[in-house]
């Protein structure tokens, strides 16, 4: 009974492998998958998933989720708002109150803030091509839109956050808040924030790229987190696991990048379980009562 809590099933980088992906998770024992959207492109492919796969008795359930990452802040249209409001059920005229209701209700994510993409990441880094870097000041107030939305109707939101964890807790400690929880996906930030973050309300999931020996200090992080805190994700196809760690693998993409295969969330999970010293069976059944108590209730 596999759960992963970030995810990017619509990447056109699993175009050509999804069928067979999908097909063999449910095998795997994975039930359900958060699946994000970052952009306005790839919302109507996130909704598309999600319809496919949204049963309650699907083997394997994909979840929705929308929002504007902060690596795509800077591209959004002028109707971003009115474009995100439809895919959560909602009209502009009345945005706490969705059209239609669904079960479970669509997520808000993947938001957030990077300084990362301002201060640290190369100027010719294939992955932020043609994107304009908005500024801190630009990503939090779309950020901020996106969470009262999400408080407004009690959604769950997924949040991306590198480099920008004080600003991001000071943001969070005045901010509504989903009375549900929230997710800080791969958090990475410091271990003296966590309890302060999960008072809020924070859930924090695993990612198998902290599998690589640099990212020892997560590793101590994760081995001792609370355990009714705690979600395991893939986001895949990003965050590959070091090579001799990996399962499951896909040749890399046509410019060359390296593809996370979704199944590697299995091989996550076991380490996990390793690193906190408890039976895979054991951390699988907290995970899954968690991420039922963040995203199914």
Not at 20 to 33: D, E, S
Not at 114 to 140: F, S
Not at 205 to 224: D, I, K, Q
Request: charge should be neutral; hydrophobic fraction near 45%; aromatic fraction near 8%.
């Amino acid at each position: 009974m596999l759960y992963d809590a970030h995810c990017h099933y619509q990447d056109p980088w699993l175009t050509p492998h999804r069928e067979k992906i999908l097909a063999g998770l449910a095998v795997l024992g994975v039930r359900a998958a958060v699946v994000n959207g970052t952009c306005e492109s790839d919302w109507p492919e996130v909704a598309a998933l999600s319809s496919r796969f949204s049963a309650p008795g699907s083997k394997l359930r994909l979840l929705s989720s929308y929002g504007l990452h902060p690596w795509d802040v800077g591209n959004r249209t002028p109707d971003w708002q009115r474009h995100l409001l439809a895919h959560l059920g909602f009209t502009p005229s009345h945005p706490s109150s969705p059209s239609h209701s669904s079960h479970p209700p669509p997520a808000l994510g993947e938001i957030g803030l990077d300084r990362w993409i301002l201060d640290r990441a190369r100027p010719d880094d294939p992955r932020l091509a043609g994107l304009r870097r908005a500024p801190i000041e630009e990503q939090t107030e779309v950020f901020l839109w996106q969470l009262a939305l999400a408080a407004a109707r009690n959604l769950p939101a997924s949040i991306h956050c590198l480099d920008a964890f004080g600003l991001l807790h000071d943001l969070l400690r005045t901010a509504n808040l989903p009375a549900r929880g929230f997710l800080l996906h791969a958090y990475s930030g410091p271990v003296e924030m966590v309890k302060s973050f999960a008072d809020l309300g924070a859930f924090f999931s695993f990612n198998g790229a902290f599998l690589a020996p640099r990212h020892a200090r997560l590793r101590e992080l994760y081995a001792t987190l609370p355990a009714d805190r705690l979600l395991v994700e893939t986001d895949a196809p990003a965050m590959r696991l070091p090579s001799d760690r990996e399962k499951f693998s896909l040749a890399p993409a046509a410019d060359g990048s390296p593809i996370n295969h979704p199944a590697n969330l299995t091989v996550t999970y076991a380490a996990l379980a390793d690193l906190r010293r408890e039976p895979v069976d054991t951390l699988a059944a907290q995970v899954a009562a968690n991420f039922r108590r963040l995203f199914l209730t």
